[in-house]
C-alpha cells in the first residue's frame, strides 16, 4: 500500500520535474547554425581545399612528389636566359616556366602534405569546402596562369633555343679548332 | 444562443440558422489548426534548442499554409487490397466525430451550438465516435501497423473514458447539471467560483473539496490526454513502433482530415476541462464591458477568455509531450485500470460524501 501512494507521487512529481526542465529550455537560446546563411567557425588549422598562388610558385615540383595519391600534376618549361620571370615575394628568382599545374580534388585527400615541402609556401589550405560539382572532370582545377598560346609560345621558345644551342654545338663540333688542337 | 436568436430572425427559418451557426465552430478551427501545427513544431523546437520552421513567412508562420497547400496537391492513394468504401469513409467519420463534440461548447455567453441539457454525456458519446473512425480507418487499410495501432486505439480510449466519466460524474453530483452552458454560468464573476476551488459551496464544504477537486482536475486531464492520442498517450500512431499507426496508408487530403481531427480533438478536450474545473468562458476578473457599460462587449472577451484558457492547455498537451516519453501498453493499461480509476472512484465517494452532509 505504502509502495501504491510513493508511486504515484513519484510519477506525478517526475512528470513536473521533467516539465520544470522543459520549460527552462523553451527560453534558451538555439543552438542551431543556419548552414547556408551562417557557416560555423572553423578550427584554424582546418584542412580544406587548396590553393596555389602562382606568382609564388618557382616550379620545383616538391609538392607533386609529397602528394601519397598524385593528384598534382606540374609540368615546367626552362626559360630563356633572356627571359625575365620576375622574383617571388621571398625574393627568390623564378628560373622555370609552369605550363600545367594541376590539382585533382577528386583524388586529393586532404592531407596537407604537399603544404610542407614547398620552399616558397605558394600551396595553403583555404577555408573553402563547398565546390561539389556534377562532373567529376570539373574537380581537376588548373592553377596556371598563362594562356594556352603563351603556354605554346614558352615551349616553342624553348624548343628553338635548344635547337639553336645544339645547331651551336653541332656547328663547334663540326668546325675544325685548330688553336686547341695538341698532339696526342 | 443570442447568435441562434439573431439569425433566425434574420433568416426566418431556424432550420438555416442552425445550419449556418453549425459553420461556426469550423470557422474557428480550421485558423486554430493552422496556428496549432505551427505552435506545436515552434515548441518542440525551442524546447530542443532548435529554431524550427522559419523560412515561409516571419518566423515561419505560413509553413502550415504550405503544408496544406501541399497536401492538396498530393496523389489520393488508395491501397490495392483495402476495403475502399470503409478507408474512404474513415477520415470524414473521425473529423465528424470530433466536430460533434463542438455542437456541445459554448464559447462564449452568445454562442453554443445546442444548448441541450446533456450536453457533457453527448460529448462523451461523440467521442465514441472517433474510435469507430480510427478502426475502420486501421481495419480497411489492410495493413499489420494500420491495424494494430487502430486495436490499441479501441483499447486506449475504452480504457480511459471510465475515468474521465467518473470524474465528470463527480462534478455532476456538486453542480447538478450536466449541460456545459449551465456549468458555465455558474462559475460566473470571479476566480473562487471556478469548479475547482468548489464552485458555488458554502465556505466550510468548498475548504473541504478544493483537494478532492485538484486530484479530479488531474485525473480529468490525464485521462483526456490519453483519449485524443497525444503523447505519452499516442501508441495508436507510435512512430517508433509503427510507422504512423492506424493512418500509416493514408495520403494527401485524406490524411489532412486525421490530421485536423486530431487538432480539433486536443482543442475540444482542452475547452471541455476548462468549462468543467476552470470556468470555460468565464473572466476570472470580471469584464470590461460591464464597467465601460459596452454590453456587447462581454461575449466577445468571453470568447477571447474561452479561446485562451482553450489554447493554454493545447499548450500543456505541447509542453507534456515534448518532456515525457511513450508509455508501453502494459503501463498504459497499468496506469488506468491500477490508478486513475481507483483514485477517481474514491474521489466521486468522498465528493459525494461532502456534498451529501450539506455542511
Request: overall charge neutral; aromatic content about 14%.
Amino acid at each position: 500500500m505504502r509502495e501504491y501512494f510513493s508511486n504515484i507521487w513519484s510519477g506525478l512529481f517526475t512528470v513536473l520535474v521533467g516539465m520544470k526542465i522543459t520549460f527552462k529550455h523553451l527560453f534558451e537560446p538555439s543552438v542551431t547554425i543556419q548552414y547556408p546563411d551562417e557557416k560555423p567557425k572553423l578550427p584554424e588549422r582546418a584542412r580544406n581545399r587548396l590553393y596555389v598562388n602562382m606568382d609564388d610558385c618557382i616550379g620545383c615540383d616538391q609538392c607533386s612528389r609529397a602528394c601519397p595519391v598524385s593528384c598534382i600534376e606540374i609540368e615546367t618549361v626552362k626559360a630563356l636566359p633572356t627571359d625575365d620571370l620576375g622574383k617571388t615575394s621571398q625574393g627568390k628568382k623564378k628560373a622555370l616556366w609552369v605550363t600545367k599545374f594541376n590539382i585533382d580534388f577528386a583524388k586529393c585527400c586532404y592531407c596537407q602534405l604537399c603544404v610542407f615541402p614547398c620552399p616558397t609556401e605558394c600551396i595553403y589550405m583555404t577555408e573553402t569546402y563547398e565546390f561539389s560539382e556534377y562532373q567529376r572532370d570539373s574537380l581537376n582545377y588548373s592553377f596556371v596562369t598563362l594562356t594556352p598560346s603563351e603556354i605554346e609560345e614558352k615551349k616553342d621558345n624553348f624548343a628553338k633555343f635548344e635547337a639553336e644551342k645544339a645547331a651551336q654545338k653541332a656547328a663547334a663540333a663540326a668546325a675544325p679548332k685548330p688553336a686547341q688542337k695538341t698532339d696526342e | 444562443m443570442i447568435i441562434y436568436e439573431y439569425l433566425s430572425e434574420l433568416f426566418g427559418s431556424s432550420v438555416l440558422a442552425s445550419v449556418i451557426q453549425s459553420l461556426f465552430p469550423l470557422i474557428f478551427l480550421i485558423p486554430f489548426a493552422l496556428f496549432a501545427v505551427w505552435l506545436e513544431r515552434k515548441v518542440s523546437a525551442f524546447m530542443q534548442d532548435r529554431i524550427g520552421p522559419n523560412r515561409v513567412g516571419k518566423h515561419g508562420w505560413l509553413q502550415t499554409v504550405a503544408d496544406i497547400l501541399k497536401l492538396i496537391q498530393k496523389e489520393d492513394i488508395t491501397a490495392a487490397n483495402a476495403d475502399k468504401p470503409l478507408f474512404n469513409i474513415a477520415p470524414v467519420l473521425v473529423f465528424a466525430g470530433s466536430y460533434l463534440a463542438f455542437a456541445a461548447i459554448p464559447f462564449s455567453s452568445a454562442y453554443i451550438g445546442s444548448s441541450i441539457d446533456l450536453g457533457l454525456l453527448f460529448i462523451v458519446a461523440a467521442s465514441g465516435f472517433v474510435v469507430a473512425g480510427i478502426l475502420m480507418g486501421g481495419w480497411a487499410s489492410n495493413n499489420k501497423y494500420s491495424l494494430l495501432g487502430a486495436v490499441r486505439s479501441a483499447a486506449q480510449v475504452v480504457s480511459y473514458e471510465i475515468p474521465t466519466v467518473l470524474v465528470i460524474l463527480s462534478v455532476v453530483m456538486l453542480t447538478g447539471s450536466l449541460s456545459l452552458y449551465e456549468l458555465s454560468e455558474m462559475q460566473t464573476s470571479s476566480i473562487h467560483n471556478w469548479i475547482l476551488f468548489g464552485g458555488n459551496a458554502p465556505l466550510l464544504q468548498k475548504i473541504l473539496l478544493i483537494p478532492f477537486m485538484f486530484i479530479g482536475f488531474i485525473i480529468l486531464y490525464i485521462s483526456s490526454l490519453a483519449e485524443v492520442n497525444r503523447t505519452p498517450f499516442d501508441i495508436p500512431e507510435a512512430e517508433s513502433e509503427l510507422v504512423a499507426g492506424f493512418h500509416t496508408e493514408y495520403s494527401g487530403m485524406k490524411f489532412a482530415m486525421f490530421f485536423l481531427a486530431e487538432y480539433a480533438n486536443m482543442f475540444a478536450v482542452s475547452a471541455i476541462v476548462s468549462a468543467i474545473f476552470l470556468g470555460g468562458y468565464q473572466s476570472p476578473f470580471g469584464y470590461l464591458g460591464n464597467t465601460l457599460g459596452l454590453s456587447w462587449l462581454v461575449p466577445i472577451e468571453q470568447f477571447l477568455w474561452f479561446s485562451a484558457k482553450g489554447l493554454f492547455f493545447v499548450f500543456v498537451q505541447m509542453w507534456l509531450r515534448w518532456t515525457l516519453p511513450r508509455l508501453r501498453v502494459d503501463q498504459l493499461m497499468a496506469l488506468c485500470w491500477k490508478y486513475l480509476i481507483p483514485i477517481a472512484f474514491v474521489n466521486l465517494l468522498i465528493i459525494g460524501l461532502i456534498v451529501l452532509i450539506k455542511i
